[in-house]
C-alpha cells in the first residue's frame, strides 16, 4: 500500500502545480486556566543554575497520510479526497551535559503517541519529548484512537528514525531570539452591547479585534562561533484554518506556504519548524474558504507571515557562545463541575538562556492565557506552544476564558469544566498572597448572572472575586478574609484592562486616557510626556510605596481626585473605563495595552473581613457623565471591613 502521496509544490500564491489540480476538537473544555502558577514558576526557574554548551540536530520526515485518514477540525466528518501538499514532521534535538529535549513539530491537528515519547526516552537516552501539532483544519489526528494503523505506526516509526539521525549530526549550536509583529489574523468573538456573542469568521476589511496577539517569535539555532544558520522555530497565535469544512484536502495550509517562503529566502538547507500559539478563537482574516480561493490566500498569508519572519533572521541580535537549559514538568488536575470526570495535563516549559521560555500546553488555549503569561513573566521572551503534548494521558480540548464561558457562543459549553487546583483565569494578583499556591479555586454563577470565584489559602487567607453584569458595564466585588495570626498589610489587586488592542480604543500615545484631577479632566499625556513612567496616587488614598509599583515607575506630581480612569474613542462617544471605592494607584501599560485603577483592601486584621466595591464602565456617554455616575455610586465609600 502507498501510503504517502506524491508531494505537490506551491509557489505564491499558493496554487497546485497544475491548472487540473465547534466542535473543532473533541475533548473536555474547561472555564479557565491559571496564568499565575506558571508566572510563580517561571520566578524560579529565572534562578535555577544551569549547564553550558548545546549541541544541537536536525531532521525533516515525511509524514503525509492516506486519503483513508480522516481529516480534523471543525467538527465534521471529512474523508480527504486529494493531497495538496506533503506534510512533515520537522525534529529539533538539543543535548547539554545533563538536558536532552526532542521538539517534534508536525503539520498534522494534533501530534499525541505517548508510545513514541516512551520509545524515544528509552532506546535514546532523551529525557524529554514535545510532540506538537500546527492545528491544521485541514490534516488528521494522530493520537492513541488511531495510533494502530499502517499509516500511525509509519508515522512513528519515521520520526523515530529522524530523531536517531539528528543525534548522529548533532553540532554545538546557539540560540538567539527576536520578537516582531503582524497583525494577520482576528478574534471571531464579536460580543454585541446586548451581551450575546456572535461568531464572524470572515474579516476581508481587516477590521481590528480584540484580544489577539500579533507577535511573531523566532528563535534562531545556528552554528557556534556566528557560523551557518541551520533552522528557526516560528511560533504565531492564528489558526491554520484557511481551508473551510466543506475543503476535502489534505494541506498543512498557511505553515506549509510559510514554510515554503521562509526556505526560499533562507536556503533550503534551512529547517523551519511553525508552532501555533494560544489562539483558539483567532482565525486568519479570511477563513473557512473553498478551492482556488482558499490556496491563493494561503499563499498570501505565508509570504506576509515568512516576510517578518526573514526580516527578523536577518535583524541583528545576540546570541551567546554558550546555551544555558533547563526543562520543567508540571501535571495540572482539572474535573467537571459535578465531580462526573476528571484528566490531567502536563505542561512543559523550556528554559534558555534565562531569557527565552517556550510553555508547552496540551491543550487549545484562548489568546488570554497568552497574552496574560507573556505580560505577567519574568522572562523576556515567554510564549505558548498550544496542542503541545509531552506526558499524561491525553489532551484537552478547547480552553476557554471565564468570561467567555459566561458570555457563550464559541468556546463556551454547557459541559464545561471548572479550573481546579493550580489553575484559573482570576486576573487579580494579590501582593500578600502570591508567594502562596493557592488550594483550589472554586467557582459557581451567581444569581443575578454574574459569576463568583472564591479561593482559601490555609491558615491564610480567603478571597472572592464577583463579577455582575449591569446597564453599562460589569460591576466587580472584591473581599478578603484574614485567617492568619498577623494582620497582612498593604493588600492591594493588580486588575489589568486589556482594551488598547481594539482599534475603536487603542491610545498608544495616551492623549484620550483621562483621569479626573483638581484642574478637571487631563489626558496622562498632558500631565506626563514619558508615557507609561509615572503612577497616579488618589487624595485621600494610601500611600504609595516603591516596591508596590517597581523600580521603573515614578509617582507623578499630578495626584486623581478619585479612583477612576476612562479612555475615550476617537469619535468621543464611548468610554471605557475602571474605577473603585478604594484604589491604591492608577496607570497605564501601553506595552501590555493595558490601563490600571488597582483596588486597594489596606491592612486586614486576623479575622477580619474586607471588600471594596467598582465597576468596569463601557458607556455611549461622555467621560463627564462616567464620572457623574461613578462619583453617585462609589464616592465617599472605602473598603469596608468586619469580624
Sequence with gaps: MNLVRPRKTWSVPF???????????RGLRVKGLRIGALVLMLSAFSSVPMTTSVRAGLTVVEITPPLTQELSG???????????DSLFARILLLRTDDVSLAIIASDLHRLQLPGLIDRIGADLGIKDTILTGSHSHSAPTLDPTNSGTIWAKDVENKIFRGVVEAEKNLFRAEIAASRGLLAAGHNVRIVKDTGTVEERWMNPNEEGTAPIDPTVTVLRISEEGGGKLRAVLVNYSCQPAILGPDSHVISADYPGALVQFVQAELGSDVVCLFTTGASAQVYPFRSRLLGRRALVEIGKMGQRLGGEVVRLVRSPSTAGADVEMKVFRKPISFTNENGSNSFDLVV?????????????????????????????????????????????????????????????????????????????????????????????????????????????????????????????????????????????????????????????????????????????????SQLDPE??????????????????????????????????????????????????????????NTTNRCFHADPCLGDVAPGERKRVDGQLYLMNASPAACLEQFTKEFAGRRSRGKR
Excluded at 471543525?74 to 495538496?84: A, T
Aim: hydrophobic share 40%; aromatic share 8%.
Design 15 to 25: 496554487l497546485p502545480a497544475s491548472s487540473n489540480e465547534q466542535r473543532s476538537v
Design 74 to 84: 471543525y467538527g465534521v466528518e471529512r474523508r480527504p479526497e486529494s493531497v495538496h
Design 531 to 588: 508615557i507609561d513612567k509615572n503612577v497616579y496616587a488618589i487624595r485621600g488614598g494610601p500611600e504609595i510605596r516603591p516596591p508596590q509599583f517597581g523600580n521603573h515607575r515614578s509617582v507623578s506630581r499630578s495626584i486623581a481626585t478619585c479612583g477612576l480612569i476612562m479612555v475615550q474613542s476617537p469619535n468621543r462617544r464611548h468610554v471605557i473605563g475602571i474605577g473603585f471605592s478604594s484604589v491604591q494607584m492608577i496607570y497605564t
Design 348 to 524: 512543559s516549559t523550556v528554559l534558555i538562556n534565562k531569557s527565552i521560555a517556550l510553555v508547552a500546553v496540551p491543550a487549545d488555549l484562548f489568546v488570554e492565557f497568552q497574552l496574560d503569561l507573556s505580560a505577567r513573566s519574568p522572562i523576556p521572551t515567554t510564549f505558548m506552544i498550544s496542542n503541545a503534548y509531552s506526558s499524561g494521558p491525553l489532551c484537552a480540548g478547547l480552553i476557554p476564558t471565564i468570561a467567555a464561558a459566561v458570555e457563550g457562543g464559541f468556546g463556551s459549553d454547557s459541559d464545561s469544566v471548572s479550573g481546579h487546583e493550580n489553575w484559573s483565569s482570576l486576573g487579580a494578583v494579590w501582593k500578600h498572597v502570591q508567594p502562596y499556591v493557592p488550594s483550589g479555586y472554586v467557582y459557581a454563577k451567581a444569581k443575578n448572572g454574574g459569576l463568583v470565584a472564591n479561593a482559601t489559602i490555609p491558615a491564610r487567607a480567603r478571597f472572592s472575586f464577583q463579577w455582575t453584569p449591569v446597564t453599562e458595564g460589569l460591576r466587580i466585588v472584591i473581599s478578603l478574609e484574614n485567617l492568619g495570626p498577623t494582620t497582612l498589610h498593604d493588600v492591594a489587586a493588580r486588575l489589568c484592562i486589556i482594551a488598547y488592542d481594539a482599534a475603536e480604543i487603542a491610545d498608544a500615545s495616551l492623549t484620550r486616557t483621562l483621569i479626573h484631577t483638581d484642574n478637571g479632566f487631563r489626558a496622562l
